[in-house]
Structure formats: C-alpha cells, structure tokens
C-alpha cells in the first residue's frame, strides 16, 4: 500500500528532527535560498550557489524527504557544494523512478537501488543514497532495505610541484599582478585550500609579544583558529593589507584580504599578463583563480624535467606544502593540523616515497636500516639544530643515529638489533664477512646441539641478511 503524505508528514512531526524544525513553513516551499537554510552570504558567494531547488519533483513522498534531508546535512555542516549535490542525486532518483513506473516507496528495492546507483557516479551516487537511507530508517520516516557493495577505493592522486617546476614559478613569480603573487606564495607556506584563502579576513594578524599569528578559516572542521606564523609569514600579510588601504582606503568596508583582479575591461584575448589590472573592493573568485594560474603556465611555458607540459593548480601548492612536511619527517598530527584535515587518512599517501625521491637519497648518502629499509639520516633537530653530527656516533660497524645521546646505551654490544644503528655500502665487505664466519660459528654450533646458540646465530644472522638486502636494493637504484 501506497504511504500516504499525511502518514509520512505524521511521522516527521513526532521524530527528533522534526521536532527540532523551527521554520516548518519552509518544508511548503520549492525554491530555498541558502541563507534561508543557515549558510552565510560568503558560503554563497564561494560556492556560487544562492538556491536549493525542489520544484522538479514528481513524487511528494521523495520530494518531501529530500527537503528533510538537506536540513538534516546543513545541521551536519556539509559543505553547499554537498547538499547540491545530495539534492541532485535524489533528484535523479525521482527521475529514473518514474521512468520505470514505481511511484510507492516500497518499489524501492535492494535491486531498484542497485540499478539507480551503478548507471552513473557509482561511487558518490551510492555515499549520497546511503545518508539519505540512514537518515530516513533512524528517525523513523522510512525504513528501506540496501545493502551496499564494496566499490574498489582508488588511491587519491597526489600531484606536487617538482623540484624543476618550483624554481621555474618562484623565477616568474612577479608575472602576477602583486596581489595574486602574494596570494600564491602565502598558500604554498601556509598550505591551505584556496577557499580557505580567498574567505581570509583584512584583519586576520595579532601579535602577542615577538610572536605572530593568522586567522584562518578551517574548511572540513568548519571554525575560524589563529595558527601561529613566522614573521616573514606576517610582512607579506601586511603588504597586501597595505595594498588594500592604497587600493580602497583605511576605512573601506571590503573586509576580504584578497579582492577581485579584474581584466575584462580590456577584452579577454588571453594576454592577461599584457594588460594592467583592475582591482575592485569584490570577492575573489575561484574560476578568476584558475584563468590567472591556466595562463601563467602557458605564459612562461612550465615544463617538468622530461619536457612534458605541467598543468598547474591552486591544489598543487597545498599537495607541494604537504610533500615538504613530510619529506621532512614532521609528525602526522602537526601536518594534519597545518592542512587542516578532517583524519589522518591522507597522510600515508604524502607520506609514500618516489623511485625518484629514493634515487636521489641514494645519489647523496644512502644508510640501510635493520628492516633492511633504505633511508636517509634527517636528524630530528627540535631543540638542539647545532647537534646533527654528535647525533651520529662510529661503531665498529656502521653508524649509531640515536635521537639522544643523554645516559648510557643498553645495546652498547648489540648494535645489529637497534632501531638507530644503520650501515652503508661502505660497510658490506665487513658485513659479508661477518655473515661468513656465523656461518662457520652456526655448522660447530649445531654438530655441538647448542640449541640456544643456534637460535642466537641465526637471529644475528637474520639481521646481517636483511641489512645485505637493503645494501642490495641501494647498489639497484645507484645503477639505474
């Protein structure tokens, strides 16, 4: 039997949610302007999108449910671009049920489901149908049946800007009109999305004593956090604030620290970089940010070492920040805090090093751990930055990298099972001839049935062995 409207309408009055709706007037409308459902006029403004329409449903029952759930994701704090989203996928849905003739929510089947979400976005289609289907079954509305199916996770495309690539930008760096120049190289250090950029306050800098920091907008965690920041950080904040005050004056009300770098007045020919620009006391845009950096790189021509043509983003400068903080071994919360990421669920991938990072470890001084890994020694220098090379002690086989060097060592004479011991190439003659002569300790050994010294032998031995397969590893990527 078909669920009546009232029924439906009856059960979201009695739920939680329903309960919480203040504006229920709302729910009889078909256009939503999104300030109307909570969002600011600078959300608007960023996302480019000023309604939620609703106007194009044919079932109520669905209609009224996809009402239901946009609240619920602006109560969540999706982003606009999300609820859109949202909204279209159920759209679709409303369509595509149509079209096949079921007009009752029971028609909506395991297998319905299945057929709407794999014709298209599968991925997304799916994540999208699942929060409605969660929503709906919890506060009671209505409760269907899916089983979603495992849909393979690729892993995200980690694009930064090669080493080449960067000292080409940094040399046309001042092609850019002075604020977009500033804008760029501010994300490169602070790492952020460009959203987050462009929605920076005039005012975002406070000093408290010889220490300053910035405003930020934090985009998946959704508050405002000052983040503490070199002093060079803050002078190119302050020629940009400088900038707008000759711009705009000390009293305009523009209160963005980047506004709109018009050209237009000259009629777009693509020579962007030709013209003098406009500034106007507007937001800018994202779609301005990706014409200027589309025009830049064709403008110097950037290329990457194998002469193909490296398309440049605003994204590229955050991945670039992400890349060098993890190059440099910091911690994954302090890179996740600078990012401003929801998890830690990015960070392995900044994390996974290059053939071609590994060659050029390999180039300079390649060390083998005692996993047989290959690394590089980047002494952790917090507190201490004069101490790198009291940090790396000789043993009589290999090197000792121990982050202190304060007490005594417990594994003075068993350096092959410490985590800070580490050989090079320099070392394998003496480490083949060590793992000769156990050998020859191993054969007395077990014609002696000194079960525990066999067990020890072959422990050294196991070590010896991964450390030779490492130095192994660091002779393949020295040839290549």
């Not at 020629?239 to 209160?255: C, H, I, M």
């Not at 006391?281 to 403008?299: H, V």
């Amino acid at each position: 039997m078909m669920l009546p409207l009232e029924i439906l309408q009856s059960r979201i009055s009695n739920s939680e949610f329903g309960q919480k709706l203040l504006d229920i007037t709302l729910l009889e409308k078909d256009v939503w302007t999104t300030e109307a459902i909570g969002y600011t006029k600078d959300e608007s403004d960023f996302s480019r999108i000023k309604n939620i329409y609703f106007d194009t449903f044919s079932l109520s029952w669905l209609k009224l449910l996809t009402k239901l759930t946009v609240l619920a994701s602006v109560r969540a704090k999706h982003s606009l671009d999300t609820v859109r989203h949202r909204n279209g996928v159920l759209k679709q849905l409303d369509k595509f049920l149509v079209s096949k003739g079921y007009s009752k929510p029971e028609d909506l089947t395991d297998t319905i489901l299945r057929e709407f979400i794999t014709q298209s976005s599968t991925k997304q289609r799916q994540n999208d149908i699942v929060y409605a289907l969660k929503l709906w079954a919890e506060e009671g509305w209505l409760k269907l049946i899916y089983t979603p199916f495992k849909i393979k996770k690729q892993a995200p495309k980690i694009e930064t800007i090669p080493e080449e690539v960067l000292y080409q930008i940094y040399q046309q760096f001042d092609l850019f009109p002075a604020p977009l120049e500033r804008l760029f190289r501010l994300q490169l250090v602070l790492g952020c999305r460009i959203g987050e950029m462009l929605r920076m306050p005039r005012q975002c800098l406070k000093q408290e004593g010889d220490k300053w920091f910035l405003l930020r907008w934090v985009e998946k965690r959704k508050h405002w956090r000052f983040y503490q920041i070199n002093y060079l950080v803050a002078e190119l904040v302050q020629e940009q604030q400088k900038f707008l005050e000759v711009q705009f004056g000390a009293n305009s009300k523009f209160d963005k620290l980047f506004c709109k770098v018009d050209v237009s007045h000259h009629g777009y020919n693509g020579k962007r970089f030709q013209v003098e620009p406009v500034y106007k006391p507007e937001t800018l845009r994202f779609d301005t940010i990706r014409l200027w950096l589309q025009d830049f790189r064709e403008e110097v021509n950037l290329k990457d070492k194998h002469g193909n043509k490296f398309h440049l983003t605003s994204h590229h400068f955050r991945r670039t920040k992400a890349s060098i903080m993890a190059y440099c071994e910091a911690e994954d919360e302090y890179i996740a805090a600078v990012l401003g990421h929801g998890s830690l669920d990015m960070l392995p991938h900044y994390r996974k090093r290059s053939l071609e990072r590994l060659e050029k470890e390999a180039n300079s001084k390649g060390y083998v751990d005692m996993y047989g890994q290959v690394t590089s020694f980047i002494p952790r220098k917090r507190r201490y930055e004069k101490l790198a090379e009291i940090l790396k002690v000789s043993t009589p086989l290999g090197e000792c990298h121990r982050p202190s060097m304060l007490g005594d060592c417990n594994l003075r004479y068993a350096c092959l099972s410490c985590d800070h011991h580490r050989v090079t190439l320099e070392d394998k003659t003496k480490l083949e001839a060590d793992y000769t002569s156990l050998q020859k300790d191993l054969q007395q050994a077990e014609n002696l049935m000194q079960e525990r010294r066999v067990t020890e032998i072959n422990r050294l031995g196991d070590l010896i062995k991964a450390r030779l397969k490492g130095l192994e590893q660091l002779e393949n990527l020295k040839r290549k």
